[in-house]
Each structure stands twice: as structure tokens, then as C-alpha cells.
């Protein structure tokens, strides 16, 4: 089942780990929360440290809500919780996008 944006909530940077950003989706019935850590979308959407990576969520945020809703349709959430890694994002040539 995709998923869609959740609009009752926004990306944040998690306060325990600041190298992810949580943000949340829903698959109709629940709230889905997605993990992604920064240096991955870095790495994916080639974003230097200058970029704030709230920024670079927002720029890229279509993007990175379609590999997750392709992620979760191939991983179980059990605990209604997705851990994104690189190999979320690899469908082919990342956009250019900054």
C-alpha cells in the first residue's frame, strides 16, 4: 500500500540523533514515522555541508516521500516505524536537484 504525506506533521531533526530526520507519512489507516539519516541524502541528492539539511529535506521532499513509500512496500514496519539507508535510493541517477 503507498503511502502519502502526512500533513499534520512536519520533518524534524531528531533531538537523540542528530543525524536523521524524522519526518511522517500515512498509508491511510496509520502514521508511518520515516527515518532517513542526513549523509544519505546528501550523498543522494549531492548536497555539501553548506545546505541546512532541513533545506535539503524540503528541496528534495517528493523525492525522498517516493522512496519511501517504495520502501515501505518491500519492508515490514511492524513497530509503524521505517529506517531509510542508501539502498532506499537506488531507483537510478539521482536528481539534480540542491
Known amino acids: ?3 502519502t504525506r502526512y500533513l499534520d506533521g512536519g520533518a524534524h531533526i531528531l533531538p537523540a540523533d542528530d543525524s536523521l530526520i524524522r519526518f511522517a ?7 508511518i514515522g520515516i527515518d532517513v539519516p542526513i549523509p544519505v ?3 543522494h541528492f549531492g548536497a555539501g555541508a553548506d545546505v541546512a539539511p532541513l533545506d535539503l529535506f524540503a528541496r ?13 512496500d518491500r519492508t515490514e514496519t511492524p513497530n509503524d516505524l521505517l529506517d531509510m539507508g542508501p539502498e532506499d535510493f537506488d531507483t537510478g ?3 539534480a536537484r540542491l
Open 1 to 3: 500500500m503507498p503511502l
Open 25 to 31: 507519512m500515512t498509508n491511510g489507516e496509520r502514521v
Open 41 to 43: 541524502l546528501r550523498q
Open 60 to 72: 528534495n521532499q517528493a523525492a525522498i516521500e517516493a522512496a519511501a513509500s517504495r520502501a515501505y
Open 93 to 95: 541517477p539521482a536528481p
